[in-house]
Every structure is written in C-alpha cells, then in structure tokens.
C-alpha cells in the first residue's frame, strides 16, 4: 500500500518538478524520505561508482547492529591490522588501538575514516568480506538493483557500484534510526582526548539551514558524490550527486534541489476531521470495532498551493461481521484539493473482533432473559 502511495504521489507531482531545477552532474535524485516519492531525478539509475557513500550501507548495518543488540554505543572494538591498513580518509588508527561504536561512528560520518569504516564492519560480521555480502543482501532487500559492493569504504575496486536511486532508498532507510543524526551533524569535535580533530566532509552540516547529513564520497574515478539531507517544517528530503566534477558544484546542486523541493512541497499527516465512529460488528465477541487511520498511507505529499485547501470525506460501512482481524480494511478517508482526490487513505480496524462463540450467544441469551423478566 505504501509503495503504491508513494507511486500514485509520484505520478501526480512529477510532471511539474523535472524541469524545475537544474544539475549539473550527470546523475542525481531527490526524494522525500517519510513517502519514498521521488521528486527529481537524472539518469537516476546511471551505475557509477558511489566512492564513500558506500559507508551509508555501513552505517544503516551498524545501526541495524546496535538496534538488534549485537552491539551497544560503548562497545569496545580492538583495531585489527587489516582495518588499519586502509588508505584514503583516516584517523590512523593503530593497530590493537581500542575505541567505542560512539567513537568510531563519529569518524566516520565526520571525516569518513576507512579504517574506522572496516573496524565497524568486523565487529557486525567477524570480517570485512563477510560484512560485505551483509551489505549485498541488504542492498537486495531494499531494491537497490543497481548495486554491488565489495567493501565497505568506497575505495575504488572494479565492479564496485550503486547508482543514485539506490543510494537514495538505503539514505532514507538510515535516516529511519533517527539515533545516526547525532553523528551526521556535527561540524566540529575531536576524539583521543582532543588530540585528534574532525571537521565534517559534508559542507552543508554548517552552511545550509536544517541539514541532518548524510555522506561525501570522492576519489579520482568516481569524482565528487553526495547523499545530502535536510529536514525543514517536519518533511526530510534527500538529494543524491553522483559524478559532479568539483566539490563545491557537488554542494551547489544538493542545495539547489533541497531548496526547490522545499519551497514546493508541504508534508501532510491525514488525520480525521472528529473522531472516528465505531462500526457496528455482526455476530462479534463484543458489539463494535474502532477504525483507525492506516499510518502507512496518512503521510500526504503535496505541493503547497494544494495544502491551503484539502477537505476530507470518510466512508465507513453501517456494519461488518466477526471475526475481524486488527488491521483489516474497513472504509477509506479520501482527501481532496481544488476539486480533485489527492489519497484515499485505509481506514483499518484497530483491534481484533473474534466471532462469538455458541456458549458465548447462550449466555448472553440467558443474561437478556434473565434481566428482562
């Protein structure tokens, strides 16, 4: 239901956003995050090489780790000789060098150290190569049929790619642990005591207003890459940069169509005018079920002249019969804009409702009798 939302809303809106901004870098994206929809997209299924947004896969695992209780922010990991031998960005660790998760995750979403990356990864999976096929299995999950992994930095090695549609689901499935924006966004900090410092990779963490992250990549093959996010009155967004030829145009079009979506876009949380009314249940263990509204399909992404005007109309049956399950379909609210639907969103039952039962009937039978005389 929620794909098909997001698809519906896509359909809808895409038409009056394609040619609204212009990019430069061959590929891109822009997504809003709570619906999934994409809102901007340039040969957005392009394979390139994504350089250090690999490590948005590394986090989203790393996360899913800690989530899960395999480990903890102040788990200790031991730097392996095979974590300290990674090239590129850094913080030199040395080998048997002991730091927590906490500390590691901030290196690598301020400065993008590899070596912490590789760390990381071993602690999840026992071994990078292993922590690798975790990250192609992920990738599948998520539908990024674009991809292929075979580290967990971003290093440069042959059949290493993703494209810009795909980074931009495994982004917005990080951004749902809400915990990765305490690292994302911080500019400034140091760790060691203060002896080793990091300033933030990611350019619009100081200079673009409401910015949550996300991740830089580059090197001399895949040139300048970016997952950037930034979240203003309640809606995120994420816009996707592959190939763009200089850093700082890497960051003048992330912001171009952060600020377009922004300033066109309104997310909205369908919610019931008054309270919902229960429906009568034929045969039920007891005599009603709530609706609910399905919180899959209330988030509603409009453009903001539509937002100004939305009306709602609910359809609920005058009964339905046991059993019910909690979450089956029971009506729709349908929301709509100068004169057109823009959702119909489920109503669903919010509990369940067994049928009763012939003892259950007889007793009840017996109880009415029993009053009534």
């Given amino acids: 239901m929620k794909k098909l939302f997001a698809f519906l809303c896509a359909v809808a809106l895409l038409a009056t956003t394609a040619g609204a901004v212009e990019v430069s870098a061959p590929s891109a994206v822009l997504m809003e995050k709570e619906t999934g929809t994409i ?40 730097a392996s000789a095979h ?19 906490e500390e590691m995750l901030k290196a690598v979403c301020v400065v993008s150290a590899n070596d912490c990356a590789v760390a990381l990864a071993e ?4 071994s990078e190569d292993a922590f690798v096929e975790k990250m192609n299995q992920r990738a599948a ?18 059949g290493h790619v993703t494209s810009a549609y795909d980074i931009a689901l495994m982004s917005r499935e990080l951004l749902h642990h809400p915990q990765i924006r305490n690292y994302t966004t911080i500019w400034m900090d140091s760790l060691r005591g203060g002896e080793t410092e990091l300033v933030n990779t990611n350019r619009l963490i100081r200079f673009y207003d409401g910015a949550t992250g996300l991740k830089t990549g580059f090197t001399d093959t895949a040139l300048y890459c970016l997952s950037g996010s930034a979240e203003r009155d309640g809606m995120e967004l994420i816009a996707v940069i592959l190939k ?27 919610t019931p005018d008054s309270p919902l009314p229960p429906v009568p249940v034929k045969l039920g263990a007891q005599a009603t079920v709530q609706p609910v509204v399905s919180q899959e399909a209330s988030a509603l992404l409009l453009e903001k002249a539509q937002a100004v005007d939305v009306t709602q109309e609910v359809e609920l049956p005058p009964a339905v019969s046991a059993p019910v399950k909690a979450g089956d379909p029971l009506g729709t609210l349908t929301a709509s804009s100068g004169g057109g639907i823009v959702a119909r969103v489920p109503l669903l039952a919010g509990e369940t409702v067994e049928r009763i039962t012939f003892g259950q009937m007889l007793t009840e039978i017996l109880r009415m009798g029993l009053f009534c005389a």
């Avoid at 994504?50 to 899960?68: F, Q, R």
């Avoid at 602690?123 to 026992?126: E, I, K, L, S």
């Avoid at 952060?258 to 066109?264: A, D, E, P, V, Y």
Wanted: proline letters at 3%; a negative charge; aromatic letters at 6%.
């Fill in 123 to 126: 602690a999840v999976a026992g």
């Fill in 83 to 101: 974590a300290c031998s990674m090239g590129g960005s850094q913080i030199w660790l040395e080998e048997g060098e002991q730091m927590t998760v």
């Fill in 141 to 158: 999950e998520l539908g990024m049929a674009d991809t292929v992994f075979c580290n967990a930095t971003g290093l440069p090695q042959e």
């Fill in 39 to 78: 809102l901007y997209e340039k040969d957005a299924h392009a394979v390139l090489e994504p350089a250090s947004v690999t490590k948005v896969m590394t986090l989203l695992l790393t996360m899913e780790a800690i989530d899960s209780g395999l480990l903890s922010y102040d788990t200790v990991i031991t």
């Fill in 244 to 270: 763009s030829p200089t850093s700082s145009q890497r960051f003048a079009d992330a912001q171009a169509l952060l600020s377009s979506g922004f300033s066109t876009y309104t997310l909205l949380h369908v």
